[in-house]
Nanobody, 121 residues
Framework: QVRLVESGGGLVQPGGSLRLSCAASGTFFSINTMGWYRQAPGKQRELVATITSGGNTNYADSVKGRFTISRDNAKNTVYLQMNSLKPEDTAVYYC???????????????WGQGTQVTVSS
């Protein structure tokens, strides 16, 4: 079982920055891809960015050049540095981890509880 705990959300003015963190804990064999998704009111959850255990990254077009995802495999932690924030970035941000609970188990998607990011003046 994998537990994901996010931190770092809050209220920021347009053009500002925030850094989200997500730490994975529990008992598992390995964590493969980790990532961030977001859900704005009245909209579906959407991908923000993902990073593999080898460091390969993928970003939504809407955040390319503004957001940077990184990962500390030793700490089982993923980060999202968000710069040049816009009001349309306002959403609940969810951490995701694709992990194998045991060596023989299939990969399971785990989700954090979410952290609110509000961009407003």
């Amino acid at each position: 079982q994998v537990r994901l705990v996010e931190s770092g959300g809050g209220l920021v003015q347009p053009g500002g920055s925030l850094r989200l963190s997500c730490a994975a804990s529990g008992t598992f064999f390995s964590i493969n891809t980790m990532g961030w998704y977001r859900q704005a009111p009245g909209k579906q959850r959407e991908l923000v960015a993902t990073i593999t255990s080898g460091g390969n990254t993928n970003y939504a077009d809407s955040v390319k050049g503004r957001f940077t995802i990184s990962r500390d495999n030793a700490k089982n932690t993923v980060y999202l540095q968000m710069n040049s924030l816009k009001p349309e970035d306002t959403a609940v941000y969810y951490c995701n981890a694709a992990a194998k609970p045991t060596i023989v188990a299939p990969i399971i998607n785990y989700w954090g509880q979410g952290t609110q990011v509000t961009v407003s003046s």
